[in-house]
């Protein structure tokens, strides 16, 4: 009787770690290397160095942090992203306002993760993403869905809002941005008017509601 080939054993998905603690670096490859799957091909603390072992290692999966000395993640993304459209990266990151998923995603991430997620719930989206699946964390996407249906700001209008939050007047947002203080009072009208709010303080107050802001300590 013939008996049917083995079947062939898949390598398993190279996992390229960046992120500026340590600690946390250690903390997913025992993670990642608990499973027979996964491997990790290397770990980055910073953004360049993220970039270079990217090129050289084409890895099949990158977990990436969004707040890193240097290169922040949203522009590591997009540089992976430009060396390979079809690059499988999944943010991983203790910052989860609800502006930081929108933003990540909408810039390309495969997936978003938090740091506090149960295993099991990271290894589903982790072989979800691998095997070509858009799939995110039920909570996350329900925030993402909520985010969607809020006002876009666009990046300068981000700017002048961030700057108002730390109380900036009109013409220290006009010296930092480069901008005319006319410049910076059309903004502002935009940006009162995508809020639906009547000045500076409801601006701040309504963008800190939605996760526009963030409270700086």
Known sequence: MKQDPSPV??????VLIVDDHPAIRAGLRALLESEPDFRVAAECGDGNSAIEAFASLAPDLVLLDLRMPGLQGLEVLAALLARNPDAKIVVNTTF????????????GASSFLTKDLPKEEIFAVLRAVLSGRSQLPAHVENRLKARAARPHLTERELEVLQLLGRGRSNKEMASELHLSEEAVK????IVFQKLGVEDRTGAVLHGLKIGLLKLET
């Not at 054993?9 to 190279?14: T, V």
């Open 96 to 107: 989860d306002t609800d502006e930081d998923i929108f933003r990540a995603i909408h810039a």
């Open 186 to 189: 059309s903004r502002l009208k």
């Open 9 to 14: 054993k898949k390598d398993p998905a190279s």
